[in-house]
């Protein structure tokens, strides 16, 4: 650091990031085999869980993805790329910052308030497991949907809800992997990009699972609550329609009344 700029100075990594293996790949640049993607999930996990439990103050990356995953000679992973990084004190659970970041890895209470915390990097590290598995970017499928309006994270639960597991993996992997391993990883993926930050687990558990320890029984409780979840807005959509329904059996009483007046102050 000097009066007029400050360097940040990194290891040379020869392998470049994980967004560079999995895709736009030189011919001298090795294919990224499912082992190694494994190896890169738990390394990754454990640099979060670094910065998240063991800093201080902590700190919030707010822009994880497969392109700021670097990869040494060895594969080994390193969380790089911390121009949007914000430190938070322990006594804080989250800061409120411009919404910084990259579509289809910002978690929506990210999006929709500016409150950042290392939930959003657990979700943004979820994203970043799926981009991993199928070896696509978060926010450009049309390419494998044949679908242009929709992210990473909702076609992988879509085939999940199909039980099309097999359809999910990077079509380079050319079947060399494990469905066990595969749809584990899936499971540690979905867990860490629900939609409300207290669902998601810590890093240091994300880390725990893909050790082996916890995740089918965390991934039973997610099972469980997303029946009650889907059985309620089952319910709720039908009370709904009763309501619509009855609504529609009163007669208009006044037909000029803009939609907006219907409601009235709350």
């Not at 930050?197 to 089918?216: D, H, I, Q, T």
């Not at 009650?228 to 208009?252: G, K, L, S, T």
Request: glycine fraction near 6%; include cysteine; hydrophobic fraction near 40%.
């Amino acid at each position: 650091m000097t009066q007029t700029e400050r360097i940040l100075v990194y290891p040379y990594m020869a392998n470049r990031s994980v967004a560079s293996c999995l895709r736009g790949r030189s011919k001298s640049q090795a294919l990224l085999d499912w082992p190694i993607r494994k190896h890169i999930a738990l390394g990754s996990a454990r640099g979060l869980a670094y910065l998240h439990d063991h800093c201080d103050p902590k700190i919030i990356h707010r822009d994880v993805k497969a392109a700021n995953i670097l990869l040494d000679e060895a594969f080994e992973a390193f969380v790089g790329d911390f121009g949007l990084a914000k430190l938070m004190d322990y006594k804080d659970t989250h800061v409120t910052t411009a919404v910084r970041g990259t579509i289809g890895h910002i978690a929506p209470e990210y999006l929709s308030t500016g409150k950042a915390s290392v939930k959003t990097d657990v979700f943004s590290y979820g994203v970043m497991l799926l981009e991993l598995i199928t070896g696509q970017r978060a926010s450009e499928l049309g390419r494998v949907a044949n679908c242009y309006d929709v992210v990473l994270l909702d076609w992988v639960k879509g085939r999940l809800k199909e039980k099309k597991l097999e359809t999910l993996v990077d079509v380079d992997l050319q079947d060399n992997y494990i469905d066990e391993e595969v749809e584990q990883l899936i499971q540690v993926a979905i867990l860490c990009t629900q939609g409300t930050a207290m669902e998601r687990p810590k890093m240091s558990e994300v880390v725990r699972m893909l050790e082996g320890n916890g995740l089918a029984e965390r991934w039973e409780e997610w099972q469980k609550e997303e029946i009650f979840r889907q059985e309620f807005n089952h319910v709720h959509h039908q009370n709904n329609d009763w309501i619509i329904a009855d609504a529609n059996a009163i007669p208009d009483s006044n037909p000029n009344l803009r939609p907006e007046a219907l409601s009235g102050p709350r």
